[in-house]
């Protein structure tokens, strides 16, 4: 099997995956994903299409991560590995469709508009 490569998105976090074939080693920015990701929570959203299919210990994944905070990286990932699963084998996108791990979760923060202090706040408002 030659190097697959997938691309996951979410919020501001941007995830670029190499996968091979190899012992289910995953490194993430040159550094181990318990590392990385210290918390088993995002761990476990990390590996959870790997997990869905049994093929954890079957490839070794690279990663180069940007952008972001952690819980919107770990979905950046998860959605990659998702997509390179799908191409290795097309015939597991129903499986990881049904899971949602297949769709990308559009929502990102909304602009600031001018005369406003955020998004749809207002200014505090006084009659007097």
């Not at 490839?59 to 940007?66: A, Q, R």
């Amino acid at each position: 099997m030659e190097v697959i490569n997938a691309l996951g998105r979410r919020k501001s976090s941007v995830a670029r995956i190499y996968m091979t074939e190899g012992t289910g080693k995953i490194t993430i920015n040159k550094r181990d994903l318990t590392e990385y990701f210290p918390s088993p929570i995002l761990q476990y959203v990390v590996k959870q299409p790997l997990a869905l299919l049994d093929v954890a210990e079957k490839y070794d994944i690279k990663v180069n991560l940007e952008g972001g905070g952690f819980t919107g990286q770990s979905q950046a990932l998860r959605l990659a590995i998702a997509r390179a699963l799908v191409k290795v084998n097309a015939d597991d996108k129903k499986a990881l469709r049904a899971e949602g791990f297949v769709t990308r979760d559009s929502r990102a923060v909304e602009r600031k508009k001018p005369g406003r202090p955020k998004a749809r706040r207002r200014f505090q408002f006084s009659k007097r």
